[in-house]
């Protein structure tokens, strides 16, 4: 469906960095990617696939790639004059220009450019980057297949500027401009061309059937244009797969592993399309039980014209590959399939439907014992742990009235009004970054690598405190990443070595595997946070991440609801608050930005899923007394649909993305009866732009017209892990100046 762009050593990040430094320049970019899409298609053709996917490259994202394919990037970006810097302001600002809103995508932890359509909005055809590496792959003699995202989910995910109408309502003006393409596209060669269109299996769209037959009959019936390949993935079709099939479109795309093919077995008209079933998982790391798959294709094969085998979704959601993982034990590895073993998998699949299952019994076999090895492996239940569990949740999951808690916890902390406090992490440093280096390499050990982190805790709280921040953190240097760092201390994990996946941007995690029971064999923040207490007589946060973030940003386990394994984690994090506050630390912040991201794609699903989300955040802060005030951090969502779950919660005190939503949210959150403390971010951090005071106190005095100030907080959007110190410094000093401002009155 499509492959991720990156780099497998993560070659794109560095470049695309190093052009934004100065340090090189567009010619040399665009080397760099142009060598990385000639790789990815060469080793995709080499593993037998018939269609290889083009324009799946990016510089940043591919829904911004499709603002700009369409005409639709703001007007106010004109003003940069290069197309490149252009693109990148709308990304991520410039020191005059905001970017657009980012979000996640879908269900996932890849975060998203919000396209603006408004009323100044003029849809217009620049098919450049398409056709160019649409004639790049050409002349290397791949099979190509752009693709693009389809018009219906780039409306369903814009947002509406400036007064404008909901962008659904242009759909007509955009199809024409599909139309466009599809002419151009045939021009230039493409044989097929597919349209994701994912929001087709979600509730986001009400009326997504009548929609999706509508444009798909327009651009069905178009006399010159390419075949085309509707993709869907994230989950189960429903009315909208009856209304694909009945429109000239010659192939749907069914995810397979979210959904079932008795779906598709239901829907007659596919008899005469090209089914591609998404049999092989793109989001998740589990090897494919290559029998049972096989079975599933073969079945299939009664139900459409021709089936095609594919990933479920772009493989943009996992490592490259198992190839560069050198410290995986035999079995684990066994159990795994990454990027380049995903497509071969869909390769044998392929050829197992062509030539019989005897062409690749051996493969098969293989993957039958790999799976039958994980399900007798004893790492994968941890009786204690079980028992435990059921023992605390068998006892409740409260602690006292918020206002009484709010009462209480005054009291012990003696804060201003309007209190002033950062998210979590403080700049990588380029020191930091070389120490941690230089310990996994041999080359420093743990003795001195801990004092150079010490020594960084007390630069960043000698800087909080320089700057007059009212509740201080210890600015996280040890820490990798805010999952990675916990999964390396708990059972039940593994961290990769080299498994990174493309968050945002040139934001890369390496998200761990959790494969069995997790329990946690010893304290894990205790001594970060008692020694930087030490040095300050302010509070220093505590700093956690929460159970259902550490499972959305991990490849979880399979082989159980999520529910449960979302308990296991949050026990091992009530184990950790409750050390923390016996260490002396009073404030304690257990972060869910992933709150919304794992919310179902489907109504019918999301009460069921929100109950067990918010069960297991409090299961992992309801043992420490009342007097203990709990913090939790969400960003970088669309918050609407959770509001009653973020105040279920029950957090002391929520900080939230604002800046970029214009103080959206804390409104949201009055109208529904939150009546706990919050702290909207009055910055964006994922930008390089450093607002002034005037602007902060603008943005705090909104929020005060929704929020008493006995109840507002003061902070940035997210941690401050990805910028530079002096952009960090020059921006929380405003923070910190808007703040006695507003108090003031000013």
Known sequence: MGSPRIGPNRELKRAIESYWAGRTDKAQLESVAAELRKQTWAELAAAGLD??????????????????????????????SDEVDRYFAAARGTAELAPLEMTKWFDTNYHYIVPEIGPGTQFALNPTKVIAELEEAQALGISARPVIVGPLTFLALSKAVDGGAVPISRLDELVAVYAVLLSTLANHGAEW?????????????DNAADLARHTYSVLGDLSYRPAIFVATYFGELTDALTSLAGTPVEAIGVDLVAGSAATVAAVPALTNKTVVAGIVDGRNVWRTDLESALGTLEKLRESAAHVAVSTSCSTLHVPYTLAAESDIDAALRSWLAFGSEKVIEVATLAR??????EAVAA????????????????????????????????????????AARRESQNAR????????????????TVEIRKARAALVAGELDQNEYTNRMKAEVESVIRLQERLGIDVLVHGEPERNDMVQYFAEQLDGFFATVNGWVQSYGTRCVRPPILYGDVARPKPMTVDWATYAQSLTDKPVKGMLTGPVTILAWSFVRDDQP????????????????????????????VDEPALRELLPLRREDKDAYLDWAVSSFRLSTSGVADSTQIHTHLCYSEFGEIIGAIADLDADVTSVEAARSHMEIVEDLTAAGFANSIGPGVYDIHSPRVPDT?????????????????????????????????????????????????????
């Open 51 to 80: 269609s290889v996917p083009v324009n799946t490259f990016s510089y940043y994202d591919h829904m911004l790639d499709t603002a700009v394919l369409v005409g639709a990037l703001p007007a106010r970006y004109s003003a940069v």
């Open 193 to 205: 061309v597919q349209f994701d269109e994912p929001v087709l299996a979600t509730d986001i769209l």
């Open 352 to 357: 197992a439907l062509r030539e019989g299952r």
């Open 363 to 402: 493969a098969i076999d293989e993957a039958t014992a790999a799976i039958a090895s994980r399900k007798s492996d004893p790492r994968l239940r941890n009786g204690d742990v079980r028992a435990r569990l059921a023992s605390i949740l068998a006892g409740g999951r409260t602690r006292g009235p918020a």
């Open 413 to 428: 902390l003696n804060l201003p009004a309007l209190p002033t406090t950062t998210i979590g992490s403080y700049p990588q």
């Open 562 to 589: 999520l529910s449960e394994t979302a308990a296991q984690v949050a026990l091992a994090i009530r184990d950790e608050t409750v050390d923390l506050e016996a260490a002396g630390i009073a404030i304690i912040q």
């Open 694 to 746: 005037g602007e902060i106190a603008d943005g705090l005095r909104a929020a005060l017209s929704a929020v008493g100030p006995e109840r507002l907080w003061v902070n940035p959007d997210c941690g401050l892990k990805t910028r530079k110190t002096d952009e960090v410094e020059a921006a929380l000093h405003n923070m910190v100046e808007a703040a006695k401002q507003v108090r003031a009155g000013a």
